[in-house]
């Protein structure tokens, strides 16, 4: 049987920050070089999408700043998560956070807080979860 153990909140938060200042500030630095010029953040933005989307597909549900941190994003079944799955997690999920003007966002933060299997509202629309090496 798979038994997990789930990550919570503050690691989680660890982790992205750790994939923003690794990843973000890298390719915003590349973003300017490319362009020439602020403003043209959309060359950051569709690289740091891709990097979250597909980054875990190849990595075993891994980003740079979830392996430092030892989390990893997961199936429920313990398995990695696919192209689909991403998606899911992503794309879906970010569409519900903006029709909700950002409630959703805060919802998930208390959900990861304050629930047993740290869960937040993109991993039950994606059917995964974080979870502890």
Do not use: Q
């Not at 403003?39 to 933005?45: R, V």
């Not at 899911?88 to 903006?98: C, I």
């Amino acid at each position: 049987m798979y038994t997990n153990d789930p990550a919570g909140f503050w690691i989680r938060f660890g982790a992205t920050l750790l994939d923003a200042i690794i990843i973000g500030i890298p390719l915003a630095l590349i973003s300017y070089l490319i362009t020439g010029g602020i403003g043209e953040e959309y060359i950051t933005d569709i690289l740091s999408f891709l990097y979250a989307l597909l980054t875990p597909v190849f990595w075993n549900g891994y980003t740079i700043g979830k392996r430092i941190c030892r989390i990893r994003i997961a199936k429920i079944d313990g398995g990695p998560p696919s192209l689909g799955t991403m998606l899911l997690r992503n794309v879906v999920a970010n569409l519900v956070y903006v029709l909700t003007l950002g409630i959703g966002v805060i919802v998930s933060a208390v959900m990861v807080a304050a629930r047993e299997d740290k869960r937040s509202i993109h991993d039950f629309i994606a059917g995964t979860e974080v979870i502890h090496d």
